[in-house]
């Protein structure tokens, strides 16, 4: 591709792949592009000819500069000399998008450099080879993280005497591994993120956030009981006042002003109070801080999940109405994304906020991928539908909802899979091995055709299948009718 300098008359030559950072190292007004004839279009924006003629015109310009075509013939044979060009439009109009990416000659085939290789029967040989194979395939961030490791261990297994070079090709290629891995992997993030903002629960989701960011605890409080039954507390203490009385109190005390610093003490308990209802650890929404902006963000999260349950189908706010299903704005475990719970006849739950970084959801992905290479069983139903948020929010809220002691959906849920064994009706993607039988072989269905973590007890069961039956992308008659209606009839759906 060629550029001309237009002060110079200087012409060069770009490969069109060094395009992309020529771009930005041209100016615009100083190169225009050229054709093979050395013909070339350019947008006169004014300038110099006298009687403003050619402004904003298009003409094209032979390779001495000099106009032969464009603006209705009227500028031709005119030298240009000093005249501004527009930059946007230095090739011909429309056109200039294309001439950039048109390739100018064949790409040339990389040549890859020829691997050193370990003689066979050399320390590290298997690794070395390994580690090179794992090179040439790797594309994703979990991929690069794996070669990554591989050039370690092979560094780890060569001799560095007796093959420096190879041992250096190991080192290198472990930085360079590590380099891809960062690079992917954030991109990789801001992909899922992308997606997810542009899918119609994403969508749901930034309205539902943004809503929340400003509403105080009641008026959340008033929404989440009028769209859905569902009731949200709050976490009373209020961190930083309580944080202040102290140091004011420990101040006191020292100075010998007990007086007072007995005082300030009862503040410092008034502001340290926390619900007898909720986790140790518990955040009150009206405060400002990180924590409260992350509760009220999975808030959204609850909110776009359940609306999109209701679009399908699902009557949340009558099934809420079953029982006393309550959010609680805590992380409840640092073990855990969800935890759920049942005190003083209310059903709990809460979500962790890790469960809203990107790293979080990528470690998710990448064991997923991880466990479908070794052809494992799913851990849990999201890896099947890739939501880990809304299914997480559905498997809480299952337990919170289905172990109220009016409704006892576990128990229900094992009464059903029990039939539906003795019938023969379980059946599914995988089926039963016949030398499994009973307890077990309902364990082998469960583990091949809900998740793993669903056969750790019934409740566990309970909640996956409920994760997994709500789930968007979840195709009817995966599983037998008589589990679909158990989950039909636990959230509401006719
Ligand atoms: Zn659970």
Redesign the pocket.
């Known amino acids: 591709m060629k550029f001309k300098n237009i002060k110079t008359g200087n012409i060069i030559n770009v490969h069109h792949r060094l395009l992309p950072i020529f771009k930005f190292v041209i100016r615009s007004d100083e190169y225009v592009f050229l054709n093979d004839d050395l013909e070339h279009w350019i947008t006169l924006n004014g300038g110099k000819n006298e009687k403003g003629e050619g402004k904003g015109q298009h003409v094209l310009i032979n390779g001495s500069g000099t106009i032969i075509g464009g603006a209705g013939g009227k500028l031709n044979g005119t030298t240009l000399g000093g005249v501004k060009t527009k930059s946007k439009d230095v090739a011909k109009p429309k056109e200039s998008e294309t001439i950039i990416t048109e390739p100018e000659t064949e790409p040339e085939k990389e040549v890859k450099p020829k691997v050193p290789q370990i003689p066979e029967g050399k320390s590290g040989d298997f690794h070395s080879k390994t580690a090179n194979e794992l090179s040439e395939n790797a594309k994703t961030s979990s991929q690069h993280l794996q070669a990554k490791n591989a050039h370690a261990v092979a560094a780890n297994n060569i001799s560095r005497k007796e093959f420096p070079e190879i041992w250096a090709h190991h080192y290198e290629q472990y930085k360079y591994h590590e380099e891809e891995y960062k690079k992917t992997k954030n991109e990789e993030s801001k992909k899922i993120k992308e997606e997810f903002k542009k899918s119609e629960e994403g969508k749901q989701f930034t309205e539902a956030k943004n809503k929340y960011k400003k509403q105080t605890y009641q008026q959340i409080k008033d929404d989440f009981a009028k769209n859905f039954n569902l009731i949200i507390e709050n976490g009373m203490g209020e961190e930083k006042k309580a944080q202040e009385k102290w140091k004011e109190y420990v101040k006191l005390k020292m100075s010998g002003n007990l007086e007072e610093a007995n005082k300030v003490y009862s503040e410092y308990q008034q502001f340290s109070k926390k619900n007898p209802l909720l986790p140790k650890k518990q955040y009150n929404l009206n405060e400002k801080n990180v924590s409260s902006t992350y509760m009220r963000e999975i808030l959204g999260h609850v909110d776009s999940s359940f609306s999109d349950m209701e679009a399908r189908g699902f009557d949340i706010k009558s099934a809420m109405a079953k029982g006393k299903v309550s959010f609680a704005p805590s992380p409840a475990s640092t073990k855990s994304y969800g935890t759920?719970w049942q005190k003083d006849g209310i059903g709990f739950f809460a979500i962790n906020p890790t469960l809203l970084k990107e790293s979080t959801l990528l470690e998710i992905k990448e064991r997923s991928q991880k466990r479908k290479e070794k052809g494992l069983p799913v851990w849990t139903v999201d890896e099947r539908m890739g939501d880990p948020l809304r299914s997480t929010i559905v498997?809480e809220v299952s337990?919170a909802l289905g172990l109220q002691k009016n409704i006892n959906s576990p128990d229900k849920l094992g009464n059903t899979l029990q039939k539906l064994y003795d019938e023969g009706k379980l059946v599914g993607e995988k089926p039963i091995p016949e030398h499994l039988k009973g307890y077990y072989a309902i364990n082998y269905w469960i583990l091949h055709n809900i998740s793993e973590y669903a056969t750790t007890n019934i409740?566990?069961t309970d909640?996956e299948l409920c994760a997994y039956v709500t789930a968007k992308n979840y195709v009817t008659g995966t599983l037998p009718k008589e589990l679909e209606d158990h989950v039909y009839e636990l959230f509401g759906k006719k």
Request: charged letters at 35%; glycine letters at 0%.
């Open positions: 759920a498997h337990h409740k566990e909640a």
